[in-house]
Nanobody, 122 residues
Framework: QVQLVESGGGSVQAGGSLRLSCAAS????????MGWFRQAPGKEREGVAG???????YYADSVKGRFTISQDNTKNTLHLQMNSLKPEDTAMYYC????????????????WGQGTQVTVSS
C-alpha cells in the first residue's frame, strides 16, 4: 500500500512561485504513474501534471511553461515547481500514484494524499 504526504503549499501573490513536494512510502513498484491534481471549491478535480516511467512528463495546457514536475527516485519524492502563479491556480493540490493508465484523468490513480492548499492573490 502506498502512502503519500504533500507539503509546500501556502499563500502567494500573483506572479510568485511555490514548490510542492510529495513524500511517498510503501509498495511503490506498482505505481507506474505519479501526478499532481488540483480541486478548487465547486469544481471537479483536474489533472495538472504527471510523470511515468520515472522521467516522461505531461502537463495540462493551463500550466504548460509555468509548472515543472520532477521525481527523485532515490528519496521517493515527487515535486511540482510552480512559477508565474495566477489567481486561477488557487486550489487544493493532491499528489497521486497509480498503475495507470497515466494521464490527466483520475482513473489510473489509486493512491492519494490528503492535499496541500495553494492560494494565489491578485
Amino acid at each position: 500500500q502506498v502512502q503519500l504526504v504533500e507539503s509546500g503549499g501556502g499563500s502567494v501573490q500573483a506572479g510568485g512561485s511555490l514548490r510542492l513536494s510529495c513524500a511517498a512510502s510503501g509498495y511503490m513498484y506498482s505505481s507506474t504513474c505519479m501526478g499532481w491534481f488540483r480541486q478548487a471549491p465547486g469544481k471537479e478535480r483536474e489533472g495538472v501534471a504527471g510523470i511515468y516511467s520515472g522521467r516522461l512528463t505531461y502537463y495540462a495546457d493551463s500550466v504548460k511553461g509555468r509548472f515543472t514536475i520532477s521525481q527523485d527516485n532515490t528519496k521517493n519524492t515527487l515535486h511540482l515547481q510552480m512559477n508565474s502563479l495566477k489567481p486561477e491556480d488557487t486550489a487544493m493540490y493532491y499528489c497521486a500514484a497509480g498503475s495507470g493508465p497515466c494521464g490527466l484523468g483520475t482513473r489510473g490513480f489509486q493512491a492519494w494524499g490528503q492535499g496541500t492548499q495553494v492560494t494565489v492573490s491578485s
